[in-house]
């Protein structure tokens, strides 16, 4: 491991962003995990504007793309779901919930 100029680098004595993971032989792998029953293992994405995104693992093996509710759930079966709180019922669940908002939309662009 390497730690200079800000940046943090391991397998690399060059590390080119904050944190460089370097794995010359196969594949590069970085492991986020908890032994907690019921907790969450996380990867928080956090902008200049304020906007915090996770991306979890939860409890019920599914991953997540959070922002005060799940917007996007992966579910451990294969199911997908957007803005829903729960796990997806049907392969493909979108959960609308203002009346102004369009729950699902499919546009063909190709004028020929």
């Keep these: 491991m390497r730690i200079g100029q800000g ?3 391991i397998g690399t004595t060059a590390p080119a962003v904050d944190l460089h993971v370097n794995n010359g032989s196969s594949d590069a792998i970085a492991r986020i995990s908890t032994a907690a029953a019921g907790e969450f293992a996380q990867l928080q994405f956090v902008n200049s504007c ?3 995104w996770y991306q979890t693992i939860a409890t019920d093996c599914s991953l997540r793309f959070y922002n005060g509710d799940d917007r996007v759930t992966f579910a451990a079966d294969g199911k997908i779901g957007i803005t829903t709180n729960s796990a ?3 392969l493909l669940t979108v ?3 203002a009346g102004s908002d369009t729950a699902l939309a499919v546009y063909n ?4």
């Design 109 to 112: 662009t190709n004028t020929t």
């Design 95 to 97: 959960h609308c919930t």
């Design 88 to 90: 997806p019922a049907e």
């Design 7 to 9: 940046c943090i680098g």
């Design 50 to 52: 304020g906007c915090y």
